[in-house]
């Protein structure tokens, strides 16, 4: 492996596992905000058991973003050095703004909410998850302007004697439409991330034997199923509508990028069917799908007619627009395969949450609640936890490979961004070491969200309740001495 | 050089300053659970005590990244890719540390809790410790070329001057989180914390005139500033002094302060040392200055003005969690007032 492929690969690792748990976070801060805010109105106290139990989820999540977030801000300068001369003067703004604006926010905030469940109003308390949730939301926006430019540069212009990238209109920047169709889709999608993992979670715990038992655990996850699925189903059918508007926009916007997601090498025919699957060789491009006429018409434009460029015009085009800049050699096409595929699972996992999640509120309905009973729908509904990971990585994968072989569209090289100084034996090393971090960390997390989701609604909260069944008698016999060795001091 | 980049060397300069203040004792919290606790019980006490602070006074070290991305491109790109394995570790330190708090509260036996405290315990030490040595480092003057680029040897980042450098932040973040918990522990803690902290201090007065002296060799900022420079050394050994002194009379507060104040002053005697430059070349060919490294006066504008807004709300809440949080913090808070529920 090379310099650039090295790099690239401890980028791609490091920001889809940050990239877990971010959507995961907003979605189910999201999902504690209300529910805390229900109990504040209708004072039911479910609705508080309910905040209480997925809040720890949310705060397991939220630790591991916050030490994976760390390293996306560091590593701009640490492996794309080249990248941050270019970009600095447009880019360093909305990183340090969504430090000052969102980071203080959610830090903040969390840490009054999780120690100041007695000390407060339960409105007041609830006002603290909604202020985390918001500076959450907001990290979004700024993290994605930046990312906007990338995709699609605004406001700017170039310093003649530098040649990097210089700020000519704020405003452009923030405004830019790639932004504003990129963070809805981001947004709604991290709604569906959230309830999808309390849905899936929620779904195990009604499979567990103590609930099987338990009248009171039984009604919990059952409300807790109802509430998700309903949360779930508005961030599926959201998110998928504005994908749709992102993709009306990616059309024209970036017509490799799109063409790549349908594998069309060839300029469609018109009207244009659009491939459910195909084999693709990109090596001597060519694919061979099975076609469902009149789709991709439908999908690209909404009506019956109209044809889409493929690749093979779009390359003549980028070639003849970029080859005086940037020399003959340049390679246009994208990964054809990852693209393809990431757009597949990624819609289906919008289906198949929107679907998951009917099937979940049917089961549920008043008069005939009888999901608790039908394990192989639970089961269904569980394995979906995982469901909405691929589909946030498949997004992810569209549009950041998707930009290739741009670093900056049009401007700038992934090439040209790399820090010069780098060394392959260092660069080895720390994506040795994040891999096997990322494993830890990522198996502990799963093993504890297990933990908590096994303990029950009822194995929260004070002390001798997590503690005292389980810990040894060791550990009492231990605190006993410390306070006498504390009283003797 | 404009005013305007020069205000933003110092907001990157102060933003630096107030992460070691408040992260320093947070680092020196989580250090004392294994150099002063005795039990599992009393582990969990100081790290609750630093429970709901220290994420959010880890995010002056993102806003100091950020800031510096922002106002000093050429800088950051330089720095931070110069630095690439020592602030790797720092990451790794970061992560461990972090990770720690919401897992061990999570464990079902005190082993399994000793495991994340133990996590907690190195990266608070480790963190502190390779960003001084990355600070003290770079002042020396470093390998640089035309583009800015540093090329570091092994012995650029790790040589007398760095590994004292780095041991006085870890110590001197230890000796902050000592005072930090004679403040939030109960009487008797508080009471044991600033008896080792006084004894600790004895190690300052030797390991300051060690720096003091490699300094005077090493770097130059005895002879480019030297007034600045002589007055932010008294100011240090001042403090020194009187954190002792305070510790001795088992006078938390007055420690507390005197410790913070030799983290601000370490931190103010870098930048004031490096000022106008950024980086510190090696023979003074290639220095990056304040006027080529930083962005555009646009930016730098827009970024004062979102400084200038945003500052004054964010320290008004965090000063509001500050006293809202109050009060020192016991076995009962553990039962009554635990993580979650």
């Not at chain 2, 220290?54 to 995010?59: A, H, K, L, Y």
């Not at chain 2, 002296?213 to 030297?226: E, K, M, P, Q």
Request: aromatic letters at 14%; charged letters at 15%; one cysteine or more.
């Amino acid at each position: 492996m090379n310099i650039l492929g090295l790099s690239r690969f401890q980028f791609a690792m490091t920001t889809i596992f940050h990239f877990f748990y971010v959507p995961l976070s907003i979605g189910l801060a999201l999902c504690v905000a209300v529910m805390e805010t229900i109990y504040v109105f209708k004072k039911d106290e479910i609705y508080l058991k309910m905040a209480r139990f997925w809040g720890k989820i949310f705060l397991l999540s939220f630790a591991v973003g916050v030490v994976t977030g760390i390293i996306q801000e560091f590593q701009f300068g640490m492996n794309w050095s080249n990248y941050s001369r270019f970009m600095g003067d447009i880019f360093g703004a909305p990183l340090a703004i969504e430090a000052l604006l969102a980071f203080f926010l959610e830090s903040v905030f969390i840490g009054a909410w999780m120690f100041t469940w007695n000390r407060f109003k339960p409105g007041i308390h609830a006002m603290f998850m909604w202020l985390t949730c918001l500076g959450s939301i907001l990290s979004a926006i700024w993290i994605l302007a930046a990312n906007s430019f990338m995709q699609h540069p605004t406001g700017f212009e170039i310093d003649t004697k530098t040649g990097h990238v210089r700020l000519r209109n704020f405003w452009d920047v923030l405004g830019n439409p790639q932004l504003w169709r990129q963070f809805p889709h981001v947004l709604f999608a991290a709604v569906l991330t959230g309830a999808m993992v309390i849905l899936g979670m929620a779904a195990f715990g009604l499979l567990h034997k103590k609930t099987q038992s338990s009248e009171s655990d039984r009604v919990f996850y059952t409300k807790s199923v109802r509430f998700s699925a309903v949360v779930a189903l508005i961030g599926a059918i959201l998110s998928i509508y504005a994908g749709d508007l992102q993709t009306q926009f990616v059309v024209h916007d970036q017509p490799m990028k799109f063409a790549a997601t349908e594998a069309l090498y060839k300029d469609s025919g018109d009207p244009a069917s659009w491939s459910v699957i195909s084999l693709i060789n990109e090596k001597d491009k060519t694919s061979h799908g099975i076609e469902v006429p009149y789709m991709l018409s439908l999908l690209t434009y909404h009506q019956t007619t109209g044809s889409v460029k493929g690749m093979n015009t779009i390359n003549k085009e980028l070639h003849a627009k970029y080859d005086s800049k940037f020399g003959k050699d340049m390679n246009y096409y994208v990964p054809v395969n990852v693209l393809f595929w990431s757009f597949r699972f990624m819609a289906a996992v919008g289906f198949a949450a929107a679907l998951v999640s009917i099937l979940a509120l049917w089961g549920t309905r008043k008069n005939k609640n009888t999901l608790y009973k039908t394990k192989w729908l639970l089961w269904i509904i569980g394995v979906c936890t995982f469901l909405p990971f691929i589909g946030n990585t498949g997004g992810w994968l569209i549009t950041e490979l998707g930009r290739y072989p741009w670093l900056v569209y049009g401007m700038l090289t992934i090439a040209d961004g790399v820090s010069p100084t780098a060394t392959v034996p260092s660069l080895f090393f720390t994506n040795l070491v994040y891999f096997l971090l990322f494993l830890v960390i990522g198996a502990v997390m799963i093993t504890y969200s297990r933990r908590v989701l096994y303990q029950g609604p009822d194995g929260d909260g004070k002390i001798p309740a997590r503690k005292g069944s389980l810990i040894s008698d060791v550990e009492s016999e231990q605190s006993k001495l410390a306070n006498r060795s504390v009283s003797l001091a | 050089m404009s005013v305007l980049q020069i205000i933003w060397f110092c907001v990157v300069a102060l933003l630096f300053a107030v992460f070691l203040l408040l992260e320093g004792f947070d680092f020196g919290v989580g250090m004392a659970t294994r150099f002063m606790a005795e039990n599992d019980t009393e582990r969990q006490l100081y790290l609750r005590s630093i429970g709901p602070h220290w994420d959010g006074n880890e995010v002056w070290l993102i806003t100091a990244g950020g800031a510096m991305f922002a106002a000093f491109p050429m800088w950051y790109a330089s720095l931070f890719s110069g630095y690439y394995i020592p602030l790797f570790l720092v990451l790794v330190a970061l992560i461990l540390r972090g990770v720690s708090f919401e897992f061990a509260s999570h464990a079902l036996t005190v082993r399994e809790r000793s495991l994340w405290q133990w996590a907690n315990f190195v990266g608070s030490m480790f963190a502190p410790f390779f960003l001084g040595m990355m600070l003290t480092s770079l002042i020396q003057g470093v390998p640089m070329d035309a583009q800015g680029n540093a090329w570091l040897g092994f012995f650029d980042i790790v040589n007398g001057l760095s590994v004292v450098g780095g041991i006085a932040v870890v110590y001197f973040s230890l000796l902050h989180g000592l005072h930090f918990l004679s403040l939030k522990l109960e009487k008797d803690h508080a009471r044991h914390m600033l008896n080792a902290s006084s004894k600790l201090y004895w190690i300052a007065y030797p390991a300051l005139v060690a720096f003091v002296v490699l300094a005077l060799i090493f770097t130059d900022f005895y002879r480019v500033h030297s007034i600045t420079t002589w007055l932010i050394t008294a100011i240090i050994l001042a403090s020194t002094i009187y954190g002792h002194y305070s510790a001795v009379k088992d006078d938390g507060v007055s420690a507390f302060i005197s410790s913070g104040v030799t983290l601000v002053g370490i931190i103010a005697f870098i930048f004031n040392g490096m000022f106008p430059r950024v980086m510190v070349s090696a023979g003074g060919v290639h220095d990056l200055l304040v006027k080529d490294a930083s962005a555009s006066p646009l930016t730098l504008e827009i970024m004062t003005g979102v400084l200038c807004v945003l500052l004054p709300i964010v320290l008004g809440y965090i000063i509001w969690s500050y006293v809202m949080q109050r009060g020192r913090v016991s076995t009962q808070t553990l039962e009554h007032s635990p993580y979650v529920g």
